[in-house]
């Protein structure tokens, strides 16, 4: 079966400190991969997808960035965090039609 | 226009009560559409799929109108256990694999 693993669960970093976040998916191949961002109280925000390696789909312009390195695994990205990065950090996979399945997400706090 | 939309609520509503949410998404050629439940400080967890001709999982429906690029969930004979954030979800169209979610409807049940 297949199984989703992101982490850490929780991370505390200082304004303008480097940020990685990783996901790995095992059990498939060639997942179209997801990482997205939910602010405390609001809904999720797609920041990049991808569906294959070396495929990276950029949804919203921020000081965030993704690569695909290995088909799957997917890593999040900052040089310098800013507050506003604060929030719940989820990674998810797909496969064609069928439906996204999460990790357990990144709870990040930039202080 | 967002391109997945549902009523935030809240919803309150008594145990055993019916409650229906609604979507509508912008993109006529998306292709897959699912519900997801979300409980506090957790990740999304499939729901159900959306299929044109309507499904049932026990006490949940789902119904799609590609006609009129709407999204239904009903719930009957809530239960307290339905408490949480319901989301709808768009998959594909015009960006293949990407996976768009509503902001969310918060469901309360109260005995």
């Known amino acids: 079966s297949q199984t989703i693993h992101q982490w850490p669960a929780t991370l505390v970093q200082p304004v303008g400190s480097p940020l990685s976040l990783e996901c790995t998916v095992e059990g498939t191949s060639n997942p179209n991969l997801y990482w997205y961002r939910q602010a405390a109280g609001r809904g999720l925000q797609l920041l990049f997808y991808?569906?294959?390696?070396?495929?990276i789909s950029s949804e919203v312009p921020q000081n965030l960035s993704a690569s695909r390195p290995q088909d799957r695994q997917f890593i999040l990205s900052s040089k310098k965090l800013l507050l506003s990065d604060s929030g719940f950090y989820l990674c998810?996979?797909?496969?064609?039609?069928?439906?996204?399945?999460f990790g357990q997400g990144t709870r990040l706090t930039v202080v | 226009r967002k391109e997945v939309e549902q009523d935030p609520g809240p919803f309150n509503v008594p145990e055993g009560a019916t409650v229906a949410f609604n979507c509508t998404y912008s993109?006529?050629?998306?292709?897959?559409f699912f519900w997801y439940r979300q409980d506090c400080r957790k990740e999304p967890k499939l729901l159900m799929s959306?299929?044109?001709s309507g499904n049932e999982d026990g006490r949940f429906t789902a119904q799609l109108n590609r006609a009129s690029q709407y999204i239904s969930l009903l719930i009957r004979d809530s239960k307290l256990s339905d408490s949480a954030t319901y989301l709808c979800?768009?998959?594909?169209?015009?960006?293949?694999?990407?996976?768009?979610f509503g902001q969310g409807t918060i469901l309360t049940v109260h005995p």
């Open positions: 959306v299929y044109s």
């Open positions: 993109n006529s050629a998306s292709q897959s």
């Open positions: 979800v768009v998959k594909g169209g015009t960006s293949y694999g990407k996976l768009t």
């Open positions: 998810a996979w797909s496969l064609g039609g069928v439906a996204a399945f």
């Open positions: 991808s569906v294959g390696i070396g495929q």
